[in-house]
């Protein structure tokens, strides 16, 4: 809704597992596609596709910080922030490099604490059928943000540094004019993708991009990543 991508059984964060101010907590091994039901206040409903079994844990605390101990003791912990960015906003902002450069000097203008600028945008945008999106081929785009060095050089010296992101899909590019490495013909190649049952590379699509994904099973795939 909203503009916002995907359905049902989309999601950039899978957890098969969650706690409840009951003192109970589950995690749920199966690797196949499921979906928690939530609608009924006394209980939860759980449901797999494409399996016959289902195995998990059943945790149990005297209060949510216990609870939220034991469940740390299988699915990690994170670690903790670095203290400087703790001292500041880390905000985000697209549009390119003159854009970027006015809203960073008017809020130093207004003295708002920062220490980091992130720019989901770094790789440039490209015009599809349904609109603006982002470049999937991980690489800074010069044309975009033409003078990234000064612009970063000037932010170390107010304590603030860039943020980006990468994921491991990677689009066919070959449509795309000014790309400077073809991640997607490079890592076709070399074999970095998953594959099909036929050994090709398994071509997957968000609406008029079509991609690959990098396989991290394969060392020298990631590495290359």
């Not at 009951?22 to 499921?34: L, T």
């Not at 015009?127 to 932010?155: F, S």
């Amino acid at each position: 809704q909203g503009g916002s991508g995907g359905n049902t059984t989309t999601s950039y964060a899978p957890a098969a597992q969650y706690i409840t101010n009951q003192q109970r907590g589950f995690i749920f091994d199966p690797h196949a596609i499921g979906i928690a039901k939530f609608d009924e206040p006394a209980s939860t409903e759980m449901l797999y596709w494409h399996t016959d079994t289902i195995s998990g844990t059943i945790l149990w605390g005297e209060d949510m910080m216990s609870l939220a101990q034991e469940l740390s003791k299988t699915v990690g912990t994170m670690r903790p922030l670095p203290e400087w960015a703790l001292e500041g906003a880390i905000v985000g902002i697209v549009g390119g490099q003159d854009f970027v450069d006015e809203k960073y000097a008017l809020m130093k203008s207004l003295e708002l604490p920062m220490v980091g600028i992130w720019m989901q945008d770094w790789v440039g945008e490209h015009t599809y059928p349904e609109g603006t999106r982002l470049i999937w081929n991980w690489q800074l785009n010069r044309e975009w943000y033409y003078d990234w060095d000064r612009m970063v050089a000037e932010w170390a010296l107010d304590g603030v540094r860039p943020f980006i992101y990468i994921n491991p899909y990677i689009q066919d590019t070959s449509e795309i004019s000014g790309i400077r490495q073809d991640q997607f013909k490079e890592a076709s190649e070399n074999g970095y993708f998953v594959k099909n049952q036929k050994g090709e590379v398994y071509l997957m699509n968000s609406i008029s991009i079509w991609f690959g994904m990098v396989d991290f099973t394969n060392p020298d795939a990631w590495n290359w990543m």
